[in-house]
């Protein structure tokens, strides 16, 4: 089979590697891909915003399914054209991928389903959303309603952060993802990530994992798309699992499928573990990024299979996904700058000798430069540049292998976090 992968980042290049795996695939294309992605699968000049010259290319090369992996695609309806042209994908159509694409919407679903979650108000104008804020307590949580590349999340710590926060959306640093903000009581608890495929009637677990947001060591400073991830995120306990599915996932798709816009693909839940016990902080239509590439790490079997059983509604007669007991941690190598303007241009070498001791180096903001020439090089092109994943019995052997893995690369215009799976690591050492 013949598969198109839409996307260009470290969560596609994760996903080409395993695909690439697959004894069922004859031909990977990417769009647009990247150079590492470039190791698995043949690139190509598609936008994958224009549903139309998707369906047009996967038409002349027989294409029999398209994987979307980032959020853009699915929230411009890229799914629904290809469904409407008989081609099978991987990922949500637009009305569904509205549980990432409007956190209003999904709000107002968890209200509609008895879904736990926090408290929220909804705002369309800055006058609305300054008298909201009076009916929550410090600290208040601000957000963008739309898409914001991970960023469009502010923890207010006193009323004039918060004052200061829905401002700065309201005046569009944000894009249009501030024409609309949700203010949200503050959680207490430890935050995890649980991931579910689901066909829009059968759901079944795929793995968990915890994010590191921040952009520096000891989680301060301002919000950014990850800087690195391990799975499986041990205290999102078996029965924590079983109750997410039970009180979150399983209720959302039930929701869906009733609203007449199932929800097909996977389903990323961002949730705080409370004292009361899991709630619902945000969805996602994709797979994480970076929690994807500890994933791909773990996963056994074959990706491809489990991707078209899903997209054509045959989730219920494959086997459930399995993972590798050992643990996967990913350490986000990033350009100097990030989160704000990063530093673009920078030259990176080192590669094959970070991986020559068992460890990947997924590729995300990368190119060639003077690509087509003798000596092309590989630079840093985006906010986060590299994604160096390892694996171990421990959370705490990953991360040493991950480090080991950082050190080797050469990468001058970057910076990392160094404390990648601090809490596990701690919980690991008794502390």
């Known amino acids: 089979m013949n598969v198109l992968l839409l996307g260009s980042g470290g969560r596609e290049h994760a996903l080409a590697w395993k695909l690439a795996q697959s004894d069922g695939l004859d031909k990977l294309f990417a769009a647009p891909g990247n150079p590492g992605i470039a190791d698995h699968a043949e690139c190509v000049a598609l936008d994958p915003l224009d549903p139309r010259a998707v369906v047009a290319f996967c038409t002349a090369n ?20 290809l469904r409407a042209a008989g081609v099978a994908v991987f990922g949500p159509g637009r009305a569904a991928a509205q549980l990432e694409g409007s956190k209003g919407f999904t709000k107002d679903l968890c209200t509609r389903a008895a879904i736990p979650t926090a408290g929220y108000a909804r705002a369309t104008s800055r006058e609305d959303a300054l008298a909201a ?167 056994e079997g074959d990706l491809l299979a489990l991707l078209l059983a899903c997209a054509e509604g045959r989730l219920a007669g494959v086997a459930a996904p399995r993972f590798a007991g050992t643990s996967a941690l990913t350490v986000v190598m990033a350009a100097h700058g990030y989160p704000g303007k990063p530093e673009t241009g920078g030259a990176i070498q080192g590669i094959k000798a970070a991986e020559a001791g068992g460890a990947k180096v997924f590729q995300a903001g990368t190119a060639l430069a003077g690509a087509g020439l003798a000596g092309a090089g590989l630079v840093a092109s985006g906010g986060r540049v590299l994604n160096v994943t390892a694996t171990g019995g421990t959370v705490t052997e990953a991360q040493a292998r991950a480090y080991r893995a950082v050190d080797a690369v050469d990468f001058p215009s970057g910076f990392c976090r160094r404390d990648i799976g601090w809490r596990e690591v701690a919980r690991e050492a008794g502390a």
């Open 62 to 81: 027989a294409v029999g399914l398209v994987v979307i992996g980032p959020e853009g695609p699915l929230v411009a309806g890229v799914a629904d054209s």
């Open 133 to 299: 804020l009076g009916g929550f307590g410090l600290p208040v949580v601000i957000k963008a309603d739309g898409l914001a590349a991970g960023k469009g999340v502010v923890i207010a710590e006193s009323r004039a952060e918060a004052e200061a926060a829905i401002a700065d959306m309201f005046a569009g640093s944000f894009g249009d993802a501030g024409a609309e903000v949700v203010i949200e009581e503050f959680l207490t608890g430890e935050e995890a990530s649980f991931f579910a495929i689901t066909d829009g009637v059968t759901v079944v677990p795929f793995g968990s994992a915890q994010d590191h947001k921040r952009v520096g060591d000891g989680d301060v400073g301002p919000n950014t798309g990850g800087m690195g991830a391990y799975s499986p995120a041990p205290v999102l306990t078996p029965a924590l699992e079983a109750r997410a599915m039970a009180e979150i996932i399983a209720p959302t798709v039930a929701a869906m499928a009733a609203a007449g816009t199932p929800y097909s693909g996977v389903l990323y839940a961002g949730l705080m573990l409370t004292a009361e016990g899991p709630k619902l902080i945000e969805y996602n239509a994709r797979f994480g990024d970076p929690e994807c590439q500890v994933l791909m790490m773990r996963m």
